[in-house]
Nanobody, 125 residues
Framework: QVQLVESGGGLVQPGGSLGLSCAAS????????MAWIRQAPGKERELVAA????????YYPDSVSGRFTISRDNAKNAVYLLMNSLKPDDTAVYYC??????????????????WGQGTQVTVSS
């Protein structure tokens, strides 16, 4: 059974930093695109970072570019998200996700096949 388990969410003040981790099990994702996707109450899902298997292809939307950094450790079958200069608008549930098709790179949330349970990130003073 494939599982993606996120950790590291919590409450942080505006301007602060937070790191998220995602550990995958049940299959190897070393050749698969992985991403972080968030959803705030009343809003659509938004992909905030995606990384291909080799890190040669990384995507950030303008809303987080320059503040968020995605990375992966293929040896550990894990992906990470470092979030700096956090804003209240970054408040959301953050999901780790993976594409099942090897070598396929996509930034469309609907095209991700595996999802974690989500971790809450709240940015508030």
């Amino acid at each position: 059974q494939v599982q993606l388990v996120e950790s590291g969410g919590g409450l942080v003040q505006p301007g602060g930093s937070l790191g998220l981790s995602c550990a995958a099990s049940g299959r190897t994702f070393t050749r698969n695109t992985m991403a972080w996707i968030r959803q705030a109450p009343g809003k659509e899902r938004e992909l905030v970072a995606a990384i291909s298997r080799s890190t040669g292809n990384i995507y950030y939307p303008d809303s987080v570019s320059g503040r968020f950094t995605i990375s992966r450790d293929n040896a550990k079958n894990a992906v990470y998200l470092l979030m700096n200069s956090l804003k209240p608008d970054d408040t959301a549930v953050y999901y780790c996700a993976a594409v099942s098709t090897q070598l396929r790179f996509t930034i469309m949330p609907d095209q991700y096949d595996y999802w974690g349970q989500g971790t809450q990130v709240t940015v508030s003073s």
